[in-house]
């Protein structure tokens, strides 16, 4: 089978990095999922990444510490895991690059579209950090923005659930799936997939969007290969 999207932005928590630890790495599942990543980019997959920094770090479990330092902290939190990523991938033999959204000299390139693109095109993956370089954004709306300025086809938010449910499948066992939904929908029902500020700009920037679970093995080369798993986000 053939890949059904030529370029794609991936995003995937940085809880998933830290296994069943919890905190920090688990490098045997870092591995298995940069393998996978690998695996698609070896198809001919244009694949841009966005890695979350909750293992180590979320701004809003700062207590009272400024909003804006601890989103800072976070930002710093998603350095560390690109690095990681990066390294991974390219000890499996991938071409790999970090840009940061905060000028950050020596530790990655500062992102710029027009480099990013050139990158991308040469198939290198991508690894995006520090979300949108701005405090009060989460990472969901940095990748949001970067799929939307790279003319990615799809937007892969990959979770610890299959999909988009109308309520908490894990607090409510009559939770529903949904096949296909559309922002709107997640909007105006305040779903929690993402913040809405990602929701609006998929939305607006008309970017599609898969959630699945990324706990399942091989689901980030089925998506990339158009089987139906998952839950469709429609603009």
Not at 94 to 106: F, G, P, S, T
Not at 194 to 199: E, F, H, R
Request: charged share 25%.
């Amino acid at each position: 089978m053939e890949p059904v999207y030529k370029r794609i932005l991936l995003k995937i928590s940085g809880e998933v990095l830290a296994g069943e630890k919890g905190f920090g790495f688990d490098f045997d599942k870092v591995a298995e999922i940069c393998g996978e990543i690998k695996e698609c980019a070896d198809l001919g997959v244009e694949i841009g990444l966005v890695v979350g920094g909750g293992n180590i770090w979320r701004g809003r479990t700062g207590g009272n510490m400024d909003r804006t330092r601890a989103d800072q902290m976070g930002m710093l939190a998603t350095v560390i895991n690109a690095l990681a990523v990066q390294d991974t991938l390219i000890s499996l033999g991938a071409k790999a690059e970090v840009m940061n959204a905060l000028d950050i000299q020596r530790i990655g390139r500062s992102f710029n579209k027009f480099e990013a693109d050139r990158l991308l095109n040469e198939g290198n993956i991508v690894v995006f950090s520090c979300g949108t370089g701005n405090p009060f954004f989460s990472t969901d709306s940095g990748a949001a923005l970067r799929a939307a300025e790279l003319g990615c086809d799809i937007y892969f938010k990959a979770t610890n659930v299959d999909g988009v449910y109308d309520k908490d499948p894990a607090k409510h066992p009559d939770a529903v799936k949904y096949d296909e939904i559309t922002f709107e929908e997640i909007l105006d029902k305040q779903l929690k997939v993402m913040d809405n500020t990602a929701a609006a700009l998929a939305l607006n920037s008309h970017m599609p969007m898969l959630v699945f679970n990324l706990n399942s093995p091989g689901n980030i080369k089925r998506a990339v290969l158009g089987e139906n798993i998952g839950t469709v986000c429609k603009y």
